[in-house]
């Protein structure tokens, strides 16, 4: 899921409150690897809150799009995503429901049994990171 255009992303504190205020926490602010990869034991918010990125969603053969200064992407457990090329002040601000642990997998065969019983064991989490209770995260899961 891809939000645009998200007043409170543009800016890194105020997208760790937003984030903290539906239950997203944990935050942090970093980048994007440039390397696949994905989480299988949580779901995972990235806002946008400085430059520009392509960012690779759904593995090496999956889909790239553009994101910028104020896009908020939520990527369900097992969503392979990777930086496929940014500005140089690329600012992502990270955070997981409840704050939950988050493990690094990279698509390790020896690693697909775990992983695949993980990623559906996550819990769905009921606020949308930007729009609270009631969001379009709500409706479609």
Not at 52 to 67: H, K, Q, W
Not at 95 to 103: K, R, S
Not at 118 to 123: H, K, L, S
């Amino acid at each position: 899921m891809i939000y645009h255009g998200v007043e409170d992303a543009r800016d890194p504190t105020a997208c760790e409150g937003l984030f903290a205020a539906h239950g997203w926490e944990g935050a942090w602010r970093d980048g994007i690897f440039s390397f696949h990869h994905f989480h299988s034991i949580a779901h995972e918010v990235l806002g946008i809150v400085g430059g520009s990125a392509r960012v690779a969603l759904g593995g090496p053969s999956g889909e790239t799009i553009a994101v910028q200064t104020g896009d908020v992407l939520v990527l369900p457990a097992g969503t392979g995503h990777c930086n496929a090329g940014a500005s140089d002040d690329l600012l992502v601000v990270g955070a997981y429901p409840d704050g939950m642990d988050w493990d690094l997998r990279r698509g390790d065969p020896a690693e697909r049994n775990e992983v695949l019983a993980n990623i559906p064991a996550v819990p769905l989490q009921r606020c949308d990171p930007g729009e609270g209770r009631g969001g379009a995260l709500d409706r479609l899961w």
